[in-house]
């Protein structure tokens, strides 16, 4: 039975979730595209916030779940796809838009650094325990909210109060929910690849 549970302990360090799949570059082109992908489809699920140009969106819960799950450099790769492909006209940021040109663009970019972090620390076992993948969820939440508000408040003329309470103070019960998804979700993923090694 402890020969079982060796290899997955020899994966620890280092070691992310998409680093299971067998090394290659049509891997790794494969894994920024998908991505990129998915978190342009869960933008799509979007509802409206009254008084807010920022609706909520599965867009930021995919944008944490690729970086964890792919590591920091695969990670900010495919948010900069997703990030350069909706700035190039493709319609996948939230509520079908695209471009830059929207106050709700910091966000975007606060997903790109967000992705990148959390991918760092997944890389040291941030994701496998509920209570570390909690942590790892808030900061990553805490930084699209440090690039989007901010840039919230420039992009619309809004002060920083205005804008924490449009752009951040709305969201936070979604973030929650989100986070508690991904607290059962790439721990459970860790647990099952370790009962299969």
Known sequence: MSTAAAPVRSLRPGTVLADLV???RARDIALVVG???LTGIAAQIAVPVPGSPVPVSGQTFAALLVGTAL???RGFLSLAVYALVGMAGVPWFAQATSGYAMPSFGYILGMLLAATVVG???RRGADRSVLR?????????LIVYAVGVPYLA???GMSLPQAVAA???PFLIGDALKAALAMGVLPTAWKLIGRKS
């Open 71 to 73: 590591g920091a450099r």
């Open 133 to 141: 993948t909690a942590g790892t969820m808030a900061l990553g939440s």
């Open 154 to 156: 420039l992009a619309t």
């Open 35 to 37: 991505g990129a992908a």
């Open 22 to 24: 067998p090394a290659s």
């Open 167 to 169: 752009g951040l103070t």
């Open 120 to 122: 760092a620390l997944a």
